[in-house]
């Protein structure tokens, strides 16, 4: 009989290294790392617990020693010792959609893998899969607004597709795992970790591989539970059996933030009740009514809004101010940019600078900078050192000026940004000191300051009125990405914002 040890983790409050203290105990205890399964949402998260125990016990130096620490997509190819020739590839979800007549485009998961199709109908039908429906009742209780015929013959020509080629996609894995559950590894200690973004699918394997293990640690927390849109099933990890264990201790957020999220919480009417401690520190909490009025131009900020076209607005202010920032993992000043300007400026102080760099300058120079014929640099040695004299010398430069009269084919809008920036006397490497995203994409993280624009997109003001529970998880998880203060846009619209 297992012993099932759920373990609730708010904001903050040392989950993870509970986990891995957990890890940690069972190797002290003798347990073969083989026998030890550590699956997590990400393959980061599982990644971090294998590379933590190894550096606790150097003996263990191999990543091989520890198989079953992993994502459950990655569990089951190992499991059903897949080739990656089976799965299918980027070239034949293109071809699937020319077949079926749909646009589509291409993500690549974590794993090697992993690649699936980003296109509305083939989501949805992914959805209802993982969720364990049936087509037509997923569908006849959903508000997609495509025909059923045209639904339904996507899901079966895709499943054609895939059956005409002996190929399958990683929903295949887990399906196929479930039905075959003498292939999970016998384990002694189960670890799940970010139990509330499993989905129905993930959760039937997750009770396999309990019904098989000694100990079974589930970890999570429901109030974070911010994927139910993609399938995640935050029901089935509150209805799990087992001894709860909630972390009492938040490291992270301040009292006064704890007081705005102590509010937000007590408003979902199915969770996991439980207290937790603010760190001892009071923090701050400001409201606007515009996103303008805050000043981000000290400190470490990060700017969250449920759906990502509502920062688009933030995204232009930004640039106007001159400020420096990151979206979607890409800095506002994309590097190649950054090496022109900063190498030319070297060269202007008459150091010498890399070809690599040289060939870089030269996309960026005016007409009038650079001789005819001279553009591509023929006759320029490969990872050589040259001055702004050779350059005049023997590469027909014909100008010294500053960066931005120089570099003319840097576009005038990039250029008026860079001039602004440095204006402020900002540094054009190093940290971003301010970081633009979704509340989805920002769980996990934190920052000394949240700017937090409180308004709804047509589909969340839709939810907000017959499931609000799941909005108020995703702000929940947005306001308690704060360490240091909490800045709070108040919706253009009270009717289609969220209320706090």
């Known amino acids: 009989m297992s012993h099932i040890n759920k373990i609730f983790g708010p904001p903050g409050s040392g989950k993870t290294t509970y986990l891995l203290n957990i890890v940690e105990k069972e190797l002290l205890d003798g347990v073969s790392p083989v026998l030890i399964g550590y699956f997590s949402f990400t393959r980061k998260a599982s990644h971090e617990a294998r590379d933590r125990a190894i550096e606790k016990f150097p003996q263990l130096k191999e990543a091989t020693d520890f198989p079953w620490f992993r994502t459950l997509h990655s569990l089951a190819f190992r ?59 997923y569908y006849n209780s959903s508000s997609l607004d495509i025909e059923w015929y045209h639904f339904e013959y996507v899901e079966r020509a895709y499943r054609h597709y895939k059956a005409s080629r002996g190929l399958i996609d990683f929903t295949d894995m887990l399906e196929r795992l479930v039905y075959e559950p003498n292939k999970l590894p016998l384990l002694e200690a189960v670890i799940i970790d970010e139990a509330q973004d499993l989905s129905r699918l993930q959760w039937n394997l997750v009770e396999i591989l309990a019904s098989k293990a000694k100990r079974v640690y589930i970890a999570g927390d429901d109030d974070q539970a911010v994927f139910t849109w993609a399938g995640a099933d935050v029901d089935a990890f509150l209805n799990f059996e087992g001894t709860v264990t909630v972390l009492e201790q938040s490291w992270r957020v301040p009292s006064k933030v704890h007081e705005v999220a102590e509010e937000i919480v007590h408003r979902i009417k199915n969770r996991q009740p439980k207290e937790w401690k603010p760190r001892n520190f009071e923090g701050a909490v400001q409201t606007y009514q515009r996103f303008e009025d805050v000043d981000l131009t000290e400190g470490e900020w990060l700017v969250l809004a449920p759906t990502n076209y509502l920062l688009n607005e933030v995204h232009a202010h930004l640039r106007s101010q001159g400020i420096i920032y990151e979206r979607h993992g890409q800095r506002s000043i994309p590097e190649y940019i950054l090496d022109a300007v900063i190498a030319w400026e070297t060269l202007r102080k008459g150091l ?149």
Not at 108 to 117: I, L, P, Y
Not at 371 to 386: A, S, T, V
């Open 79 to 137: 499991c059903l010792n897949i080739s990656t020739n089976e799965v299918m590839k980027a070239e034949n979800y293109k071809e699937f959609g020319i077949e079926a007549g749909i646009d589509l485009n291409i993500e690549h998961g974590e794993e090697d893998f992993m690649v699936k199709a980003d296109n509305p109908i083939l989501s949805e039908i992914n959805i209802a899969r993982i969720k364990g429906q049936d087509l037509k009742s």
């Open 352 to 500: 010498p600078v890399d070809t690599m760099y040289i060939q870089n300058i030269y996309k960026y120079l005016g007409s009038n900078a650079v001789k005819r014929g001279f553009r591509k640099l023929p006759g320029i040695e490969p990872n050589q050192l040259y001055t702004m004299d050779d350059l005049t010398e023997k590469f027909g430069l014909q100008s010294s000026a500053i960066w931005h009269e120089a570099l003319t084919k840097i576009a005038e809008d990039k250029r008026d940004y860079i001039i602004a920036a440095l204006r402020r006397g900002k540094k054009l490497r190093g940290a971003t000191p301010v970081k633009l995203s979704t509340i989805h994409g920002a769980k996990g993280g934190e920052s000394d300051h949240v700017m937090l624009l409180t308004d709804l997109s047509s589909r969340f003001s839709a939810e907000y009125a017959v499931n609000p529970d799941a909005v108020h998880r995703l702000f929940y998880v947005g306001v308690t990405r704060a360490k240091k203060s909490l800045h709070i846009i108040m919706p253009k619209k009270v009717e289609k914002g969220f209320r706090l």
